[in-house]
Nanobody
Framework: QVKLVESGGGLAQPGGSLNLSCTAS????????MGWYRRAPGQQPELVARISKGGVPTYAETVKGRFTISRNNARNTVSLQMNSLKPEDTAMYYC????????????WGQGTQVTVSS
């Protein structure tokens, strides 16, 4: 059974930093595009960042220049370094693994809460 486990969420002050990590198991990690999504209360889920199997990142405009996504195919992990955090970054953050072909499937973690507040 494929499993994605997120860690690293918590409380940060505005302007602060957090690093989220997601560890995947029971899949061929290199065959998946990895991503981070977030959902704030009362809002639609939104893509935060994605990274291709080859390591090419894509970012939402709202986080460009502040967040950095990276992956380690040897360790089956994807990370999201979040700097210059703003209160509007407060949300539940979810790790996603999307197979590069349909039959590989699409998987989600349970989420980790990020709260930015003074």
């Amino acid at each position: 059974q494929v499993k994605l486990v997120e860690s690293g969420g918590g409380l940060a002050q505005p302007g602060g930093s957090l690093n989220l990590s997601c560890t995947a198991s029971n899949l061929v990690f290199a065959m998946y595009e990895m991503g981070w999504y977030r959902r704030a209360p009362g809002q639609q889920p939104e893509l935060v960042a994605r990274i291709s199997k080859g390591g090419v990142p894509t970012y939402a405009e709202t986080v460009k220049g502040r967040f950095t996504i990276s992956r380690n195919n040897a360790r089956n992990t994807v990370s999201l370094q979040m700097n210059s955090l703003k209160p509007e970054d407060t949300a539940m953050y979810y790790c996603n693994a999307a197979g590069i072909v349909t039959y590989l499937g699409d998987y989600w973690g349970q989420g980790t809460q990020v709260t930015v507040s003074s």
